[in-house]
């Protein structure tokens, strides 16, 4: 059995992890923490530095008691708004905190970015412009190259969390150019597990949602890979264990 960590905040699109944990079809189990979430709007105007390590180990102690081995952080946005430095002092910070283990969904894009052998994406977000910029910047910074980005505008998570498989598909078309070999959903506030095998056969190519990247990055992590083809292209790699 392998545990997995995941700090969530607020409550919109958590019912995507155990979907994903049944789909993953073997011995992995993901445990959910709710961190607070006082304001539900998309900003940039918030210092660029890290999020207070208080607020993302609040109630963490409740995965060290689960067995949990690793933790990722699933606020998209807290991380990436912090930028590339500011979300590495995060990750530090929240594993010194808890004992284990720790990433965040931001780097968790990534690492699948390099997994799946892509250089050129295309980022669909739900955010406003100026935020899907920092994500963008984020990922440059990681050394993936952006070909398009297309922004929603939407001002909340409450409103993203709504949305069901069209708006989904809606948003991922609008996102994709010919450009890009991948495309990129990076809101956690987004229900996508349900939707991914339309997604990659609508598009035609392999596509990242966050809360797909965040369980992937927990199993990275602990040095697990599974072979989950319900969860899209990247839990089709050649597997390190397979059960």
């Not at 412009?129 to 990922?139: H, K, N, P, R, Y």
């Not at 070909?147 to 989904?168: L, M, T």
């Not at 797909?212 to 990247?234: I, S, Y």
Request: glycine fraction near 8%.
């Amino acid at each position: 059995m392998t545990a997995l960590g995941v700090l969530y905040p607020g409550h919109f699109a958590e019912d995507d992890y155990p979907r994903i944990e049944q789909l993953l079809g073997s011995d992995i189990r993901v445990d959910l923490v709710h961190t607070p979430k006082d304001e539900d709007a998309y900003r940039t105007d918030v210092p660029r530095t890290a999020r207070p390590v208080e607020e993302l180990t609040r109630g963490a102690e409740g995965l060290r008691l689960s067995g949990a081995e690793a933790a990722v952080w699933a606020g998209t946005g807290g991380g990436f708004t912090a930028g590339w430095d500011g979300a590495h002092q995060q990750v530090r910070a929240l594993a010194q905190a808890i004992g284990m283990p720790a990433s965040a969904t931001s780097f968790g894009f990534v690492h699948a970015v390099h997994e799946i052998g892509v250089r050129r994406v295309a980022v669909a977000a739900t955010y406003p412009d100026e935020v899907t910029a920092l994500f963008a910047d984020f990922l440059r910074a990681g050394e993936v190259e952006v070909a398009a980005a297309h922004s929603a505008g939407c001002r909340s998570a409450a409103e993203v969390a709504a949305w069901g498989e069209p708006e989904v598909l809606a948003l991922a078309r609008a996102a994709d150019t010919a450009r890009a070999e991948a495309v990129l959903l990076p809101d956690t506030a987004l229900h996508t597990a349900s939707h991914l095998m339309a997604l990659e056969k609508h598009l035609g190519k392999p596509v990242l949602t966050a809360n797909q990247v965040t369980v992937w990055e927990g199993l990275r992590l602990t040095d697990r890979r599974v072979n989950a083809p319900d969860l899209g292209a990247l839990f089709t790699r050649e597997p390190i264990v397979q059960v």
